[in-house]
């Protein structure tokens, strides 16, 4: 079953702006992380958070944990036209070395 | 520079056929892990292994099996491959134990049946 699911299930924004996605998930976790995916290719990861923590930074990149609300979200700041992709949040609720589960994932487009 | 590599980008297989899929990492991972991602589903998690030899099923075994007789070498079998496997298939690892740690992913392999 889906552990994560992200929202909006996709997000067209202009150039410069600021693109904000969430991500909901159902277990207990020991981290969530987030992952870039450009069209036809493999994921590629961006930021991890564990779950003692509540906000952290990597570039424009700017994730919140909630674990009270089981949520998360990504904020990408001045966002560009390589930005365009879909993105992941991933949990480790099946334990570390048992993989990951994915939500559906956010389609960005950034209009230029 | 860290790599998962998937021995093929695009796959074209008749219904019916037995098909490998390859997958080689280079950063001595102990975990090693097969995906397919289908629109509307995201990505479901087929099979892992945690050693050489060592394979557990993942969400959706079912039609798939695996085999990791190197360290750095996961195979995904498809024994009589059908159409509703056509599908994007992607390799990731991790280091033992895997928690905390990123997963590197492979760049798929979109199979398709026909």
């Known amino acids: ?112 | 520079d860290v790599k998962v590599t998937q021995s093929s980008r695009y796959l074209v297989k008749r219904t019916g056929e037995k098909v490998f899929l390859e997958c080689v990492q280079d950063m001595d991972h102990e975990n090693m892990f097969w995906y397919r991602q289908d629109p509307g589903l995201g990505l479901r998690l087929i099979y892992f292994s945690y050693d050489v030899k060592m394979k557990e099923k993942g969400d959706i075994p079912e039609g798939y099996s695996v085999s990791r007789e190197k360290k750095e070498r996961f195979s995904l079998i498809l024994e009589s491959a059908s159409t509703n496997q056509t599908s994007m298939y992607l390799c990731a690892s991790t280091p033992w134990p895997g928690r905390n740690t990123e997963a590197f992913f492979g760049q798929g392999t979109r199979l398709t049946v026909v």
């Open chain 1, 1 to 112: 079953s889906q552990q994560g699911e992200e929202d909006p299930q996709a997000l067209s924004i202009q150039e410069g702006e600021n693109a904000t996605m969430n991500c909901s998930y159902k277990t207990s976790i020991n981290n969530l992380q987030w992952y870039r995916q450009n069209s036809g290719r493999g994921l590629v990861h961006l930021i991890l958070i564990r779950s003692n923590e509540r906000e952290k930074h990597s570039g424009r990149l700017r994730v919140t944990l909630d674990t009270s609300k089981k949520s998360s979200s990504l904020l990408i700041t001045a966002s560009r036209a390589a930005d365009t992709a879909s993105y992941f949040c991933a949990t480790d609720a099946r334990g570390g070395a048992d993989g990951l589960t994915f939500g559906k994932g956010t389609h960005l487009i950034i209009q230029p």
